[in-house]
């Protein structure tokens, strides 16, 4: 800014310097009354001063009325601002950031290449890493603000009492059901639990656990059960409920697997037609929502986890630090090895531009509008002048030695015809 300025101030005073030389220059000639070379000098003289005062008018009234007299047509950008404003504004919105134009430059660009490029680089991984991890730990300072928290717990708890959970569950039990999918759903729970309870120390457990509730419920019955019952009863039991699982493993008709889904059936018609029971669904939602030591709990995690990742982060070594640069240069080097994943990335990319860039370019343009109608006039003024009315001076300083010139040629021509 105050280079602009000095520039701005020394070419004005070489201007009018030039303006000032020119009009001594003339006033000495015609003191020699044009006589000889002075006649000459007088005529390069006049017309010089005629170049300076007339650039000199338009440059001034470009930006402000000369000598502070209203002329029409003076003060031109001020007089122009919401005019110069808009058009500004349009040229941009047309020329810069119209859909097509974007694309173009976005497909030229290859913006996956370039985030290959920058991503397999180690020192660049680390930058975005510190970036995402000083993302992370604000956020988390942003919601521990009790206004936030306040505003957040009003929307949830607005969220949940409109949210009907027991349709929800039933669409999500239908889309299970569809293609059997529930019953992928018991197979897997089968499987899971027939692996824990085939392990010695599951049976050891599970033995331990009849013993101890044979024990409390029927304390009487200890003294008839021989040693070693319980151990073996969990063993027989053990070995049923692998046998069992296999057998509906094996048999896509089984009779369990019929009884889950006639269960299966009856619970979600519940949930869809049953008021007594989503009443009940319903009132479960609300006590948990409502529930404040979880809600402490949830507050408490947060903390922690802010407060672990505040000092992770300031650790010479921070593991999160380490895991996010590994994971970007990972995404490099998959995007570098990969080309159908780069070609992906660049297809959504351009569909974001297509799908935003309309309503985008017409916000940034208001932007630009607004905010130079809100300029103060000499505010607008000034920056203009700073930007421009260096150069503009030298069309002061080529005005007045071209008029000098065109004055020594038309007092050629003068002499020739006269």
């Not at 024990?215 to 151990?231: R, T």
């Not at 493993?249 to 989503?278: G, I, M």
Request: glycine share 6%.
């Amino acid at each position: 800014m105050e280079a602009r300025k000095a520039a701005l101030k020394r070419n004005k005073m070489v201007a009018g310097a030039l303006l000032v030389a020119a009009s001594i220059l003339f006033v000495i000639a015609r003191s020699q009354h044009g006589s000889g070379a002075w006649a000459w000098v007088a005529a390069f003289a006049e017309a010089a001063m005629v170049g300076a005062l007339a650039d000199w008018f338009a440059v001034v009234a470009l930006f402000r009325h000369p000598l502070g007299v209203p002329i029409p047509h003076t003060a031109i950008i001020a007089n122009k601002k919401e005019t110069i404003a808009e058009n500004l504004a349009k040229f941009i919105q047309d020329k810069f950031l119209a859909t097509e134009v974007l694309v173009a430059k976005l497909r030229a660009w290859n913006p996956a290449a370039h985030l290959c490029g920058y991503l397999v680089e180690r020192h660049n991984a680390d930058s975005l890493a510190r970036g995402l991890s000083r993302v992370i730990s604000e956020s988390l300072d942003f919601v521990e603000d009790e206004r936030v928290q306040k505003v957040l717990k009003e929307a949830l708890d607005s969220r949940i009492e409109k949210f009907d959970l027991a349709g929800s569950a039933a669409v999500l039990i239908d889309s299970l059901r569809k293609e059997s999918r529930h019953q992928v759903v018991l197979d897997e729970f089968m499987h899971r639990f027939a692996a824990w309870i085939s392990t010695p120390e599951s049976q050891e457990k599970l033995a331990a656990a009849i013993d101890t509730w044979a024990g409390a419920e029927y304390p009487m019955l200890s003294m008839f059960i021989p040693a070693g019952f319980s151990k073996g009863a969990g063993e027989k039991i053990v070995k049923r409920l692998n046998e069992f699982v296999q057998a509906v493993d094996a048999d896509p008709t089984h009779e369990l697997r019929r009884e889950f889904d006639k269960a299966v059936d009856e619970f979600t018609v519940k949930l869809k037609y049953d008021p007594l029971f989503r009443s009940k669904v319903e009132a479960l939602k609300l006590e948990t929502a409502g529930n404040a030591p979880l809600g402490e709990y949830v507050k408490n995690v947060l903390a922690d986890l802010k407060n672990w990742l505040v000092e992770d982060l300031d650790r010479p070594h921070s593991t999160v630090l380490r895991k996010l640069s590994d994971a970007a240069v990972a995404l490099g080097k998959t995007l570098s090895a990969n080309r159908d994943l780069g070609e992906s990335i660049n297809e959504h990319l351009e569909t974001i531009v297509r799908n935003y860039a309309e309503n985008l370019r017409g916000g940034i343009a208001k932007h630009i509008s607004g905010t130079v109608k809100d300029w103060k006039d000499e505010d607008f003024i000034n920056e203009i002048e700073l930007s421009i009315g260096t150069d503009l001076q030298f069309i002061r300083m080529n005005g007045t030695l071209v008029g000098g010139a065109i004055g020594l040629l038309l007092h050629a021509v003068a002499l020739t015809l006269g």
